[in-house]
């Protein structure tokens, strides 16, 4: 009876994402283009009904936490770009 595991199911990231990978989740390509900005895109958000949204790093990261909410399955390669350095102060436009 180890009720200290439960802390492992939380779902907020991780977990699951790797076994998702063998359907649709094609790597992003340099084509792929952030619907926001139009800087290459290293976050798909598939949102169901074949509808899915590109999203560069920095837009992954300022809207990454309403994405996860509502996506059906997500692609993140922002990975790739290693430690993002954070050059935006706070202001959102
Ligand atoms: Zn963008």
Known sequence: MKTYDT????????????TAV????AALTASDRCD???AQAYLRVELGEGAELLF??????????KLRAIAVNLHDET???GDTPTPAPHSEG
């Open 36 to 38: 926001r900005c139009g």
């Open 7 to 18: 802390k492992f199911t939380d779902d907020r990231e991780g977990a699951d994402v790797s």
């Open 79 to 81: 990975h790739k770009l």
């Open 56 to 65: 560069c790093a920095h837009h992954a990261r300022e809207h990454g936490a």
């Open 22 to 25: 063998a359907s649709s989740a």
